[in-house]
């Protein structure tokens, strides 16, 4: 009980011991200077940005709109500070709203564009804000919107942007979900429309079968249904293929045969994994001339050469590179 009380004592004189008492006496004047500046800041006139949503309401279900209202308007309210402060509080229950109704602007046409003046954009705002609250200024300070009846043609998406691949793969395949879209607009716009298209973008270094997201291409006065599309890209890698391949002579004269050592040749390459087991070895054709071999005095070995390569096949090795060989002399003749 003793220690509880010489506790209690010693913080007693921590809290009102002479230093204790000037940081006490300072820290009140300091909360009662604030307050003078408060209410004092709260008395003057200031401004303030606020930001309003905009929605537009009574659509018919047969309309579509095409280019749609920017989501807030930027409005510069002035009033005493006081008055904004409570504003700001309530915004936090209830937040800005500017209600446009379709109906009073639809022309009853299949399609129209429409544009309202900054002075309805006031008249609008008066009506949500108090009596006591000057509206100083507001942005954008014309809101247009445009729509149409209905009017829609279904065309395919076509991809816009690059697909790269790493050193080691190759793009095996690009698939768009959905491979067309609905698209809204104007007739005159869509008479002209033979495809849509995704936004231009990269993607670098693909080295597995991905999955993307990308919008379409935003243009004025048209809408898409929907709007994003998936792109399904199937990725391989290259591998090496080595299939021993005949050398053989061409143009010979019929008595005259072309005999090699070894008599075949290793061929290796690169190929995409995809077409592994569609490359093989009649595919290329290693061979000589009859008349390439009596230009060639100064060797007695034969450097192979392909004459033929498959499409897609890069990174090409021959080994060995040269054969011993000779011309065989078939019917009575002597070998050269």
């Known amino acids: 009980m003793s220690k509880g009380k ?34 004092q800041a709260l008395n003057e006139t200031l401004l303030r940005e606020v930001n309003v949503r905009m929605e537009l309401e009574n659509v018919p279900s047969d309309v579509v709109i095409i280019d749609s209202l920017p989501p807030t308007l930027s409005v510069t309210l002035q009033n005493r500070g006081l008055a904004l402060a409570r504003h700001s509080f309530s915004t936090l229950f209830r937040p ?9 602007y639809d022309t009853g046409k299949n399609e129209a564009e429409v544009s309202i003046p900054s002075s309805e954009i006031q ?29 829609s043609r279904k065309l395919p998406v076509k991809f816009a942007g690059e697909l790269k691949a790493h050193q080691q793969n190759y793009i095996q395949s690009i698939r768009l979900e959905p491979d067309s879209v609905k698209v809204f607009a104007p007739a005159s716009v869509l008479d002209t429309m033979h495809a849509v298209y995704t936004e231009s973008v990269l993607f670098d270094e693909l080295h597995e079968p991905s999955s993307f997201t990308v919008p379409l291409r935003h243009q004025k006065l048209l809408k898409y249904e929907p709007s ?10 290259y591998t090496e293929k080595t299939v021993k391949v005949p050398i053989i002579g061409l143009n010979f004269p019929a008595e005259k045969k072309l005999r090699t ?36 005095t100064e060797s007695s070995k034969l450097e192979l050469h392909l004459k033929t390569v498959p499409e897609g096949v890069s990174n090409v090795r021959i080994s060995p590179r040269e054969v011993d060989y000779l011309i065989e002399q078939i019917a009575g003749g002597t070998g050269e």
């Open 261 to 296: 050592f070894p008599a075949q040749a290793n061929i290796t390459f690169r190929i995409e994994s995809g077409r592994y087991n569609k490359i093989s070895a009649d595919d290329f054709v290693l061979a000589t001339t009859y008349e390439e071999l009596l230009q060639n």
């Open 6 to 39: 010489n506790r209690f004592k010693q913080w007693k004189d921590k809290l009102f011991g002479h230093k204790s008492h000037e940081l006490l006496v300072f820290c009140f004047f300091l909360a009662v200077s604030f307050g003078f500046w408060l209410l």
């Open 96 to 104: 800005n709203r500017l209600k446009i109704d379709f109906s009073k």
């Open 123 to 151: 008249r609008m705002l008066g009506q949500i804000f108090v009596a006591s609250m000057k509206i100083q200024s507001f942005r954008p300070d014309t809101i247009r919107f445009a729509y149409n009846h209905g009017l």
């Open 228 to 237: 994003l599309v998936s792109i399904k890209v199937g990725v391989g890698y």
